[in-house]
T-cell receptor, first 116, second 116 residues
Framework: GAVVSQHPSRVICKSGTSVKIECRSLDFQATTMFWYRQFPKQSLMLMATSNEGSKATYEQGVEKDKFLINHASLTLSTLTVTSAHPEDSSFYIC????????????FGQGTRLTVV | AQKVTQAQTEISVVEKEDVTLDCVYETRDTTYYLFWYKQPPSGELVFLIRRNSFDEQNEISGRYSWNFQKSTSSFNFTITASQVVDSAVYFCALSEEGTGRRALTFGSGTRLQVQP
């Protein structure tokens, strides 16, 4: 089946630095990808919808200038956490949906971000 | 707006017991998908099942079974003869297809602990 690959799986960065997370659809084209955030022992919350070739759509309360999303190709979306702070420490996971009547929702492996 | 409720925060059973995880959803859309995912401690989401709103047939896959009832807006998940390896957090999720919002809305999750 289709696979979504996310990298890195784990990253530790210093407060004030930026971190880029990549999400790739390996064997299908994804015009739309989704970015979720999961704090410890909580559910997955949608942060933004990434649209290939256009601006991302952010959920209410998510700072678009802090969480930069780029979807430059049909197989790659990136999330950059700018000027990271300890409160940004979380599990970030991307997803892509196939199109058509038998649509699937595939998830990356997730990235555990720790800001120190 | 769409909503998924998993009222059971945590369930603990002894191995070989049957356990049912409840999921109730809300949506105004007539075309939607329901999903169940398993999240082990590693964090990755393991796909279990997808069901569309037009298919109310119950499904059985090995020790897993799902009961979809539109009349009560429920999509419950039963594990028969539970095993220690079933210990994880289980998420129910909904996507509204008619509105074009293809992101998944997740419930809060149910943590299942299977004791040996």
């Amino acid at each position: 089946g289709a696979v979504v690959s996310q990298h890195p799986s784990r990253v530790i960065c210093k407060s004030g630095t930026s971190v880029k997370i990549e999400c790739r659809s390996l064997d299908f084209q994804a015009t739309t990808m989704f970015w979720y955030r999961q704090f410890p022992k909580q559910s997955l919350m949608l942060m933004a919808t990434s649209n290939e070739g256009s601006k991302a759509t952010y959920e209410q309360g998510v700072e678009k200038d802090k969480f930069l999303i780029n979807h430059a190709s049909l197989t790659l979306s990136t999330l950059t956490v700018t000027s990271a702070h300890p409160e940004d420490s979380s599990f970030y996971i991307c997803s892509a949906r196939t199109t058509g009547g038998n649509t699937e929702a595939f998830f990356g492996q997730g990235t555990r971000l720790t800001v120190v | 707006a769409q909503k998924v409720t998993q009222a059971q925060t945590e369930i603990s059973v002894v191995e070989k017991e049957d356990v049912t995880l409840d999921c109730v959803y809300e949506t105004r859309d007539t075309t939607y998908y329901l999903f169940w995912y398993k999240q082990p401690p590693s964090g990755e989401l393991v796909f279990l099942i997808r069901r569309n709103s037009f298919d109310e047939q119950n499904e059985i896959s090995g020790r897993y079974s799902w009961n979809f009832q539109k009349s009560t807006s429920s999509f419950n998940f039963t594990i028969t003869a539970s095993q220690v390896v079933d210990s994880a957090v289980y998420f129910c999720a909904l996507s509204e297809e008619g509105t074009g919002r293809r992101a998944l809305t997740f419930g809060s999750g149910t943590r299942l602990q299977v004791q040996p």
